[in-house]
């Protein structure tokens, strides 16, 4: 059911979503030209774009580097690379940690 359905207005997407949307596209499509630009036996599909941008479109995704984003005690950063696309993840490791000090720090 629509919000038109509802008798509600439809909502209008506020003007950062549409810049984060925007920007994720682009990233995107830029880090897949950077790939085709290289001759075939030097993709690997997997680097930075703009710089600083982290991307990994190599397929299959392992396990492996599933829990390398979202599960890394031995990483001490918050944001990991994805396993697969552009952009960070959130190493729940990491934070689980940070929380249990702040917790600990607040008990003396």
């Excluded at 008798?7 to 830029?30: D, I, N």
């Excluded at 599933?66 to 959130?90: C, K, L, R, S, Y």
């Amino acid at each position: 059911m629509t919000a038109e359905d509802r008798g509600e207005r439809p909502r209008k997407k506020s003007t950062l979503s549409r810049l984060v949307v925007l920007a994720a596209v682009g990233l995107t499509v830029g880090a897949v030209v950077q790939e085709l630009r290289k001759q075939r036996g030097e993709r690997t599909w997997t680097g930075t774009v703009a710089g600083f941008v982290p991307y990994d479109f190599r397929w299959p995704v392992s396990g492996e580097r599933v829990t390398a984003e979202w599960w890394d005690p031995d990483n001490e950063a918050i944001f990991t690379p994805h396993a697969f696309g552009v952009g960070w993840g959130v190493n729940l490791a990491r934070v689980a940690q940070l929380a249990q000090t702040a917790i600990d720090t607040g008990r003396r």
